[in-house]
């Protein structure tokens, strides 16, 4: 409990007192105290709003082959799908309506959209709709590239860093990706004003409670407006078919430091954590999330854009996800809202 007090009161703790910390996840009183404070914090600055993001994965190719993935580039049984700028905009419409007012633009790195193509369907959706904030998540770009993107109007952008440990980057990635390269773009980003999400997967293989605490070192160090923290869950066409999935409790257990290291985070309850649990989104908010990513591409698209097996709202019943989403919310006490939902 000590430890859990000391990140309480400074909201930061050495490598080894996280490590320490984080040996004792499956502590009830320790996990009780830092989700109350986690949410004591949210609830300070973000009351009971929950923000609600329109996720449009308009890609799922991808260049590159990161061993985890689903629709990495070397997955031959992956069915391949590209969107239309018309099509994507007919999802910025569809959304709007449904009470959108940040769409996220999310999508392999495939390199058939060039930076022009991006950079005008981001000036499109914010000239349509300029009250509404707009996320890329389309991975590791030069410097101009960001810059490009941001002249034309995006405000934010998705880039988790994955691990900050080096050897356990290698064991995840390909020879031809890098941590310092996915660092330089987080910084790049950083600089030139997006409001900036890293993150990771929990649970992932070789994870250790020592990586975890390079994970927590770098989000002090980097400071981003959104963390993205969900488990890690197999694919079945990967090197990581065999392997277990992250714990729900770990996952929670960690949102709930991000939230009392980084008090202003926008953190979302991910839809990783939904598909190892029923109630994992719930779950999420009470350990200190406030933010829900609800899927807005086309039904026919969804279960192509295969990360992990058996994710949600792929199905039919889910062509509205936010109606589900607002009940989900509102079941645990806070109220998802229509608002940009800008870092405070
Ligand atoms: N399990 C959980 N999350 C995954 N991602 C990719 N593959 C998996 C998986 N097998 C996550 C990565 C990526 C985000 C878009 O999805 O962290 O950044
Ligand atoms: Fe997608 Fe419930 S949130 S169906």
């Known amino acids: 409990m000590k430890l859990a007090e000391k990140l309480i009161q400074y909201h930061t703790l050495t490598k080894a007192e996280y490590i320490e910390l984080l040996d004792e996840c499956e502590n009830p009183e320790i996990c009780k105290r830092l989700s109350d404070e986690a949410v004591r914090l949210r609830k300070k600055y973000y009351g009971d709003k929950v923000y609600t993001r329109g996720l449009i994965e308009f890609t799922n190719y991808c260049k590159n082959n990161c061993y985890y993935c689903g629709i990495r580039c070397?997955?031959?049984?992956?069915?391949?799908?590209r969107m239309s700028r018309e099509e994507i905009l007919d999802c910025c419409e569809n959304g709007y309506g449904l009470g959108f007012r940040t769409f996220v633009l999310q999508?392999?790195?495939?390199?058939?959209?060039?930076?022009?193509m991006v950079a005008g369907i981001v000036r499109e959706i914010k000239t349509k709709y300029p009250d509404c904030a707009l996320t890329l998540s389309i991975g590791e770009k030069s410097c101009e590239s960001y810059r490009l993107f941001k002249e034309a109007g995006a405000d934010r952008?998705?880039?988790?860093?994955?691990?900050?440990?080096?050897a356990h980057y290698r064991k995840l990635h390909p020879e031809n990706m890098s941590l310092s390269n996915r660092k330089r773009c987080l910084y790049d980003l950083?600089?030139?004003?997006y409001q900036v999400g890293a993150g990771f997967m929990v649970?992932?293989?070789g994870q250790t409670n020592e990586t975890l605490a390079e994970d927590l070192l770098f989000l002090a160090e980097l400071q981003p407006q959104m963390v993205g923290i969900g488990p890690f869950i197999p694919h079945h066409d990967t090197q990581f078919a065999k392997e277990k999935a992250g714990s729900v409790e770990q996952t929670l257990f960690l949102l709930s430091v991000v939230r009392i290291l980084?008090?202003?985070?926008?953190?979302?309850?991910?839809t990783a954590l939904g598909t190892i649990d029923p109630r994992g989104?719930?779950?999420?908010l009470l350990a200190g999330a406030n933010v829900v990513m609800p899927n807005l591409s086309p039904v026919k698209n969804?279960?192509?854009?295969?990360?992990?097996d058996n994710k949600i709202c792929t199905g039919e019943e889910a062509a509205e996800c936010r109606g589900c989403l607002a009940r989900r919310v509102g079941s645990v006490g806070y109220r998802l809202v229509q608002e940009r939902g800008d870092a405070v």
Not at 74 to 81: D, L
Not at 157 to 166: K, S
Not at 281 to 284: A, F, N, P
């Open 74 to 81: 070397g997955n031959q049984n992956a069915r391949r799908y």
């Open 157 to 166: 952008y998705l880039l988790r860093h994955e691990t900050a440990d080096e």
């Open 107 to 116: 999508g392999g790195e495939d390199p058939f959209y060039t930076d022009e």
């Open 262 to 270: 980084l008090p202003k985070v926008l953190l979302p309850a991910t």
């Open 302 to 308: 969804r279960k192509q854009y295969d990360l992990y």
């Open 203 to 205: 649970g992932s293989p």
């Open 281 to 284: 989104r719930e779950k999420g």
């Open 190 to 193: 950083k600089k030139l004003g």
